[in-house]
């Protein structure tokens, strides 16, 4: 199954890249990435989170009304932001100060998204409904993702 998952990621971030390129407005680049996660591979969210302030503030999703600010530092997007790295947990009741916006969640995945001076400007966080469901191929893959956008809009502004 990961072999599969590593050819749809490799589909995706084709798709990514003709969908940045053909498109200035981040906003609406960050709703059909978020869309083109959730119908590739079906996790229970996909969205993004601005950093604004001391808080993380909620951009473009797909999925069930989320969480809309989280505190620096707070559950695994805020920890992921403060600790500036990709974090997997593999079960989301497992992860000390987790904020359950879904009691479907299970496990979690939260890609930081850097300027030029390595600032975290947001973070895609991805749920799923299975435990585990989350590995280096994961990280990876949305790693490059997030290195896209960051290269697109945040260097050299």
């Known amino acids: 199954m990961r072999t599969d998952r590593s050819a749809a990621y490799n589909l995706l971030l084709k798709q990514v890249k003709e969908i ?3 498109e200035p407005d981040l906003i609406a680049n960050l709703a ?8 590739q591979f079906g996790f229970l969210w996909v969205g ?3 950093a604004k302030g001391k808080k993380l503030v909620l951009g473009p999703f797909q999925g069930e009304v989320a969480c809309t600010r989280i505190p620096y530092g707070n559950g ?3 920890t992921a932001w403060k600790e500036k790295k990709t974090l997997i947990v593999p079960d989301v009741h497992k992860f000390p100060g987790h904020i359950a916006c ?3 969640s299970r496990s979690e995945i939260v890609v930081p998204v850097f300027d030029t001076n390595r ?8 749920d799923s409904r299975k435990k585990n469901d989350f590995d280096r191929k994961d990280k990876k893959f949305l790693e490059m ?4 956008i960051s290269l697109k809009y945040f260097h050299g502004r």
């Open 32 to 39: 059909n990435i978020s869309s083109l996660i959730k119908m």
């Open 119 to 126: 600032n975290v400007r947001m973070v895609l966080d991805i």
């Open 76 to 78: 695994v997007c805020g």
């Open 48 to 50: 993004w989170y601005f």
């Open 145 to 148: 993702i997030g290195l896209m």
């Open 102 to 104: 879904s009691a479907k």
């Open 20 to 22: 940045i390129s053909g």
